[in-house]
């Protein structure tokens, strides 16, 4: 089992910044690809970024490309999300996930271990 809490979310000006944390404990050893999703009222649960926990690659959805970053510590065994430009379309609770298997890191299935989720606001 793996556990997940995000922090950081909150309410934020247009243009503004925040950065979400996502602290992993349990067997945090069988995990590799994690990520962050976002779901905005009334919509799906859509993917933001994801990283290869052993390798540091990185993935962006087109939407947050060159404005959001994620890294990870792994003396820390945290994920971050550095959130830079924000939008009000950047509204949502934001969540973080861990997989046990390969695949696309962009498919919400891939994930077994979720977050219970943050919310960030962005006012315009």
């Known amino acids: 089992q793996v556990q997940l809490a995000e922090s950081g979310g909150g309410l934020v000006q247009a243009g503004g910044s925040l950065r979400l944390s996502c602290a992993a404990s349990?067997?945090?050893?069988?995990?590799?690809?994690m990520g962050w999703f976002r779901q905005a009222p009334g919509k799906e649960r859509e993917f933001v970024a994801a990283?290869?926990?052993?390798?540091?690659?990185?993935l962006y959805a087109d939407s947050v490309k060159g404005r959001f970053t994620i890294s990870r510590d792994n003396a820390k065994n945290t994920m971050y999300l550095q959130m830079n430009s924000l939008k009000p379309e950047d509204t949502a609770v934001y969540y973080c996930?861990?997989?046990?298997?390969?695949?696309?890191?962009?498919?919400?299935?891939?994930?077994?271990?979720w977050g219970q989720g943050t919310q960030v606001t962005v006012s315009s």
């Open positions: 996930a861990a997989a046990l298997g390969w695949g696309d890191p962009r498919v919400v299935t891939l994930y077994i271990y």
């Open positions: 349990g067997h945090t050893f069988s995990t590799d690809t």
């Open positions: 990283i290869r926990w052993s390798v540091g690659n990185t």
